[in-house]
Structure formats: C-alpha cells, structure tokens
C-alpha cells in the first residue's frame, strides 16, 4: 500500500501487487506505472484497524462495484494497461457476513468489469457459515473457490494451493467447463 514498498519489491521481481488500499496512497500509479506487472486493485472499507467496527452499506455491490470501476478508471488515467488490472472485491475488509454473501452472489457482476481476484481460503465468512475453526477450513476453502470460479472469479487465492488446483482439475474434467 505503499509506493515506496511497491517499488522495491519491483525492484527484486514482484510479478503482482495486491495493494488493499486500492492504489490510492500518492504515488502508487507512479510507482507500478513502468513495470509490466500484475496489478490488483482491492477494496477495503475503513483502515485494517477500523473496518470490522459496524461496516454499513447502502447496497454493497453497487458501492463496491463504483469504486473498482473508479479505480479501475484512475489505472487507466495514469497510463495503466487493463491486461494488467484485476479486481478483489475485499471479502472481510470491511463487510459483514451478509456483504461478503451478497458480493459472492454478484461476483459476475463484478467480472464484467475486469479479472477477479477472490480470496476465500480460510476466511472467517467460512467459519461462520460451518462453524469450522480455521484449521478446519480446508473443504469450505476449496469448495468455495469451485463455486467462486463458477461464478466468474478468474484468479483464486488459496493457502491450500495443491488441494485447490487438484479439486479445481477434478472438476473441469468431471463436469465443469
């Protein structure tokens, strides 16, 4: 989130930046604006301090959507290649249980717009949903990554990397295309 970070680990073959602020802080545009990687643009409501106390929305689809499209749009004002771009939509940062469904429900909504980055793997809205712990998140993870690339997620990011790629294997030979 900051760009002199975003620079350095340029500087040593970053091949994407995940930047949770949204490449909002001054300079960050400049700071990725030369190199060829990979950029995602994430939304969060709120400061890593502050965003789980009493997230509301209006309609949160429709807020987190405006803002991507705007950061998207700012990207491309600073000379920023869209087959660079993709999108999180920031599932826990800043959202209820009740925001991350609606978000999850309306993720091809979401890809319309650009690739997206869903990062499920573990995340409390599983918890909540199966009253796993987070050591015992390993099935809900991977199902939920299925279901999200089903729903047009492009990039799925998993602590269980193999077990995800196995499932993820399983199933577009099985059924899924």
């Given at each position: ?15 994407m ?6 490449f909002?802080?001054?300079?960050a ?8 990687c ?13 965003m789980q ?49 609606a ?13 997206v980055l ?14 796993r ?10 199902l939920?990554?299925l ?26 030979e099985?059924?899924?295309?």
């Amino acid at each position: 989130m900051k760009p002199e970070v975003m620079a350095a680990v340029l500087d040593a073959g970053a091949d994407m930046i995940n930047d949770v602020h949204g490449f909002e802080a001054p300079g960050a545009w400049d700071a990725v604006a030369e190199s060829d990687c990979g950029l995602c643009v994430m939304h969060m409501r709120g400061t890593p301090r502050t965003m789980q106390t009493e997230p509301v929305y209006a309609d949160v689809v429709a807020e987190v959507s405006a803002y991507l499209r705007q950061r998207l749009d700012a990207a491309r004002a600073a000379g920023i290649r869209a087959d660079r771009l993709c999108i999180d939509p920031g599932f826990g940062f800043g959202k209820t249980l009740a925001h991350n469904l609606a978000l999850f429900k309306n993720l091809d909504r979401l890809a319309d717009m650009a690739p997206v980055l869903v990062g499920l793997s573990r995340k409390s809205m599983l918890g909540a949903l199966t009253g796993r712990q987070t050591a015992d998140r390993l099935l809900p993870s991977v199902l939920a990554a299925l279901l999200a690339i089903r729903r047009g997620a492009t990039i799925v990011r998993a602590h269980d990397a193999r077990e995800t790629v196995d499932a993820i294997k399983l199933w577009r030979e099985l059924g899924e295309t």
